[in-house]
Each structure stands twice: as structure tokens, then as C-alpha cells.
Nanobody, 123 residues
Framework: QVQLAESGGGLVQAGGSLRLSCAAS????????MAWFRQAPGKEREFVAR????????YYADSVKGRFTISRGNAKNTVYLQMNSLKPEDTAVYYCAADPVIRGTSTTDFASWGQGTQVTVSS
């Protein structure tokens, strides 16, 4: 019932910045929580950041705290991930996720997923 599409990934030097976008369509009014996850080759999908519908409550993984910022557009159909001070270990496919219920930071807490966008950070 909700479709998510990520964009904005690419190749960037360490210390640089990227902004990822997640465009939501369908029954977006029911999505009370949205999040970003990432997955590096050979590793499990990892929580990055979470935001509630109104955008006033956010939560970050310790690995990105202070460097990444999650936000929502005023129309609530777009979620952003501003990534600053990027490190090579940030290299991964980044996924947008959404769910009607605010639970936790596990992949199983989110029912809707985008296809992912590649972020590569070179040293």
C-alpha cells in the first residue's frame, strides 16, 4: 500500500557529503514511522536513522550520530538523509523503510521498503 523510491546515491570522497531522498507514494498517511537502513556486501542490513510522521522525533545509530540527519518534507511524502563527514565504512546500499506502527530499529519492524541506492565513499 506504500511505495518507496530512493535516490541521491553516488560516489564521494571521504569527508564529503551526500543527501539521499526517499519519495513515498500510495497510502503515505498511514506511515507513522520512516527509517533509513544500509547494507554492505556480505553484511546484515543495519539500522541508520528513524523519524516519526511529524518529524519532531528522531533516533540515530551511534555510528552515524552527529554526522547524519534524517528529516521529512513539509508534504510528508519525502524523507531525506543528509550525510556529512562520510567515511569509507559508510559505503553500502541505503534503503528507505516505513511502517504504520512505531516499534523498534529492526528490519522486521518495517513492512515497506524501497529498492535501495548505492553510496560509495572512497578514501
Amino acid at each position: 500500500q506504500v511505495q518507496l523510491a530512493e535516490s541521491g546515491g553516488g560516489l564521494v570522497q571521504a569527508g564529503g557529503s551526500l543527501r539521499l531522498s526517499c519519495a513515498a507514494s500510495g497510502r503515505t498517511f498511514s506511515m507513522n514511522v520512516m527509517a533509513w537502513f544500509r547494507q554492505a556486501p556480505g553484511k546484515e542490513r543495519e539500522f541508520v536513522a528513524r523519524i516519526n510522521w511529524s518529524g519532531d522525533r528522531t533516533y540515530y545509530a551511534d555510528s552515524v550520530k552527529g554526522r547524519f540527519t534524517i528529516s521529512r518534507g513539509n508534504a510528508k511524502n519525502t524523507v531525506y538523509l543528509q550525510m556529512n563527514s562520510l567515511k569509507p565504512e559508510d559505503t553500502a546500499v541505503y534503503y528507505c523503510a516505513a511502517d504504520p506502527v512505531i516499534r523498534g530499529t529492526s528490519t522486521t519492524d518495517f513492512a515497506s521498503w524501497g529498492q535501495g541506492t548505492q553510496v560509495t565513499v572512497s578514501s
